[in-house]
């Protein structure tokens, strides 16, 4: 994942922020489906504070494994007002996945979403990922280019973004793999619904020419990944790593030209000190990205939300970006609820990174940091839904969704 592209695996982030109060109240599950009732409470900078429930339905087979979630969301937010979610996620074997995801609120926002995944084709050399996603989005922040970004100049728009992405590889060695990646996408901005902040071309009229007009891109990529993870979803032990090259250009169609280069790498590293047992998660990445003055911001690097999780979406922007984070998952919890075996955890949490323009700038000498507690609801083999609650220099920020943050 880099910066500055909103992968549809990235953009299904869901509204879990009640997660920790899932054991005051519950159906009792029956048998092969379990009721769960999440209350949901947000703060993020971005959004703003949504209030709103989201009724979670699990459905398992005989060995208490996870087929099937239902998880739609009936939330309230002051800009976007009602905005309902239907969410369906399927776990058919260990190596498939898909997912639906459909909203449209009372509003201008609306999220759809497809995704598919299936790491066993071709008798387990070969995987295959894609996805399609559309999304509206009427909070979106702009501050400006560079790792100095001034909050002072916050401004909004609305992002109209669509997204088709397939993602076929092929396993060279037991946990070697060579990928290509194809991704088609459509982007505009237009105004946003936030009526106290300036429109970001009147605030920022240096991003004219630079991502304001429609446009449309289709890029390729090819990768090297090293996995030795033991899960795909919940990571105990074992490794990810992957290098990439990216590129579009106007003679195949693309609005600009550019280039990528990144590399991203994590660890998982079980710990035991005296009774208590955790895994040790580490992430580290560097993504360079090659173009002319008019290359658009929204497909430069950033950081936010998942990267520095004090910070609201694309809180900083620029050609290149480092991050860096470590976290400490600590099962606390775990007992027979609601007809499955749910764990919570606590994850300390610490983030840097930093953004910056030219290739040959330092990527550590002017580091952004968030810091914070992660709360995780696990239930195994697959499911994970968290909240991260961050503090950075400009205040605090609470976030949540499905699956590990990284």
Same mark, same amino acid.
């Given at each position: 994942?880099?910066?500055?592209?909103p992968?549809?695996?990235r953009?299904?982030?869901?509204?879990?922020?009640? !997660?920790? !109060?899932v054991?005051?109240? &519950?159906?009792?599950?029956?048998?092969?489906?379990?009721?769960?009732?999440?209350?949901?409470?947000?703060?993020?900078?971005? $959004?703003?504070?949504?209030?709103?429930?989201?009724?979670?339905?699990?459905?398992?087979? %005989?060995?208490?494994?996870?087929?099937?979630?239902?998880?739609? #969301?009936?939330?309230?937010?002051?800009?976007?007002?009602f905005?309902?979610?239907?969410?369906?996620?399927?776990?058919?074997?260990?190596?498939? *996945?898909?997912?639906?995801?459909?909203?449209?609120?009372?509003t201008?926002d609306?999220?759809?979403?497809? =995704?598919?995944? $299936?790491?066993?084709?071709? %008798?387990?050399?070969?995987?295959?990922?894609?996805?399609?996603?559309? %999304?509206?989005?009427?909070? *979106?922040?702009?501050?400006?280019?560079?790792?100095?970004?001034? $909050?002072?100049?916050e401004?909004?728009?609305?992002?109209?973004?669509?997204?088709?992405e &397939?993602?076929?590889g092929?396993?060279?060695?037991?946990?070697?793999?060579?990928?290509?990646?194809?991704?088609i996408?459509?982007?505009?901005?237009?105004?946003?619904?936030?009526?106290?902040?300036?429109?970001i %071309?009147?605030?920022?009229?240096?991003?004219?020419? *630079?991502?304001?007009?429609?446009?449309?891109?289709?890029?390729?990529r090819? @990768?090297?990944?090293?996995?030795?993870?033991? @899960?795909?979803?919940?990571p105990?032990?074992?490794?990810?790593?992957?290098?990439?090259?990216? &590129?579009?250009?106007?003679?195949?169609g693309?609005?600009?030209?550019?280039?990528?280069?990144?590399?991203?790498?994590?660890?998982?590293?079980p710990?035991h000190?005296?009774?208590?047992?955790?895994?040790?998660?580490?992430?580290?990445?560097? =993504?360079?990205?090659?173009?002319?003055?008019?290359?658009?911001?929204?497909?430069?690097?950033?950081?936010? $939300?998942?990267?520095?999780?004090?910070?609201?979406? #694309?809180r900083?922007?620029?050609? =290149?970006?480092?991050?860096?984070?470590?976290?400490?998952? +600590?099962?606390? /919890?775990?007992?027979?609820?609601?007809? +499955?075996?749910?764990?919570?955890?606590?994850?300390?949490?610490?983030?840097?990174?930093?953004?910056?323009?030219?290739?040959?700038?330092?990527?550590?000498?002017?580091?952004?940091?968030?810091?914070?507690?992660?709360?995780?609801?696990?239930?195994?083999?697959? +499911?994970?839904?968290?909240?991260?609650?961050?503090?950075?220099?400009?205040?605090?920020?609470?976030?949540s969704? +499905?699956? /590990?943050?990284?």
């Amino acid at each position: 994942m880099t910066g500055g592209r909103p992968t549809p695996a990235r953009r299904a982030r869901s509204g879990w922020a009640g !997660v920790l !109060v899932v054991l005051v109240a &519950a159906t009792p599950g029956h048998a092969g489906r379990s009721f769960i009732p999440i209350p949901e409470i947000i703060l993020d900078p971005n $959004e703003g504070t949504t209030l709103g429930v989201l009724p979670v339905v699990l459905f398992t087979n %005989e060995k208490d494994e996870i087929r099937y979630m239902l998880a739609p #969301d009936f939330s309230y937010n002051r800009t976007r007002e009602f905005f309902p979610r239907f969410r369906l996620f399927s776990y058919p074997t260990p190596t498939r *996945r898909w997912s639906l995801i459909a909203g449209k609120s009372t509003t201008k926002d609306e999220r759809y979403i497809a =995704n598919f995944t $299936e790491r066993s084709l071709w %008798e387990g050399r070969a995987y295959v990922v894609a996805g399609l996603l559309h %999304e509206r989005d009427s909070t *979106r922040r702009f501050f400006g280019l560079g790792n100095a970004s001034n $909050e002072a100049r916050e401004s909004n728009y609305t992002d109209n973004d669509t997204v088709a992405e &397939a993602s076929p590889g092929l396993w060279l060695m037991p946990h070697v793999a060579l990928g290509y990646d194809m991704r088609i996408r459509r982007h505009s901005i237009e105004h946003g619904q936030v009526t106290s902040l300036p429109f970001i %071309e009147k605030e920022h009229p240096e991003i004219r020419d *630079r991502g304001d007009a429609p446009a449309v891109y289709w890029s390729h990529r090819v @990768s090297l990944t090293y996995d030795s993870r033991d @899960s795909i979803d919940i990571p105990a032990r074992g490794a990810l790593a992957t290098a990439y090259t990216e &590129a579009a250009d106007r003679t195949l169609g693309s609005a600009t030209s550019f280039v990528k280069l990144g590399a991203e790498w994590r660890d998982f590293v079980p710990v035991h000190i005296r009774r208590v047992r955790g895994v040790l998660a580490l992430r580290a990445l560097l =993504n360079y990205v090659s173009g002319s003055r008019d290359t658009p911001f929204w497909e430069q690097s950033s950081l936010g $939300e998942r990267d520095l999780r004090a910070f609201g979406t #694309d809180r900083f922007i620029d050609f =290149n970006r480092s991050a860096a984070s470590v976290e400490f998952r +600590v099962p606390v /919890y775990s007992r027979r609820l609601f007809g +499955v075996n749910p764990e919570l955890e606590l994850a300390p949490f610490f983030d840097a990174g930093e953004v910056f323009h030219r290739i040959d700038d330092s990527p550590v000498s002017d580091l952004h940091v968030a810091y914070g507690m992660g709360f995780r609801f696990v239930v195994r083999p697959q +499911v994970v839904a968290y909240v991260d609650i961050g503090f950075g220099f400009e205040g605090s920020a609470v976030f949540s969704g +499905v699956s /590990y943050p990284f």
